[in-house]
């Protein structure tokens, strides 16, 4: 086990070493007209699949989120060609600088989360995904006292028991 622990450590570090320097430069306003614009698109698309409507009602629930949506999409297309105007003149725009490393460090966080749920989804036992998301986090922030470990997986599955068997909750 020690062995492929400072494996994943290894890989990590070289990982690191080379999204060190990477950095993203985008333009803050013009991805976030153009992102949006898409998702309201996405929302008006899907809508009619999600929110039914009644012949007899003369404002029905597309109503409001359909002009939200339109409302959305023309500020996003003003904002759009404000951008490409301002590209076009050669005038400065706002840009942002996304470092990689520290972009990747977050989805990380984010996957163990996110598989954490899922099993906690499929096994309908809440203290799998506790038990897998306290060993994730403790692994990726590279804890190496056994104590720790255990200390938390014991008081996950405590935590679980009580709720579980002393208030009845069913989760």
């Known amino acids: 086990m020690k062995q492929w622990v400072d494996r994943l450590y290894a890989r990590m570090d ?21 992102v949006f614009f898409l998702f309201a698109v996405v929302i008006l698309l899907v809508m009619p699949n999600q929110v039914v409507v009644s012949d007899k009602d003369a404002v029905d629930g597309r109503a409001f989120p359909t002009l939200l ?21 050669k005038r400065p725009m706002n840009w942002k600088v996304i470092h990689l490393q520290t972009e990747l460090k977050a989805l990380v966080i984010l996957a163990i989360l996110v598989v954490s749920y899922l099993l906690a989804r499929v096994t309908d036992l809440f203290v799998v995904g506790a038990l897998v998301c306290s060993l994730g986090f403790l692994v990726y922030f590279r804890c190496r006292k056994p104590s720790y470990y255990a200390i ?8 679980w028991a009580a709720f579980r068997f002393v208030l009845n909750v069913d989760f």
Do not use: N
């Open 152 to 159: 938390t997986l014991t008081l996950a599955v405590a935590i």
């Open 14 to 34: 070289a990982l690191g070493e080379r999204l060190g320097e990477k950095q993203l430069r985008i333009p803050v306003d013009l991805t976030a007209g153009i």
């Open 69 to 89: 949506m339109v409302v959305m999409m023309l500020c996003c297309a003003m904002l759009v060609g404000k951008e490409l105007y301002k590209l076009a003149t």
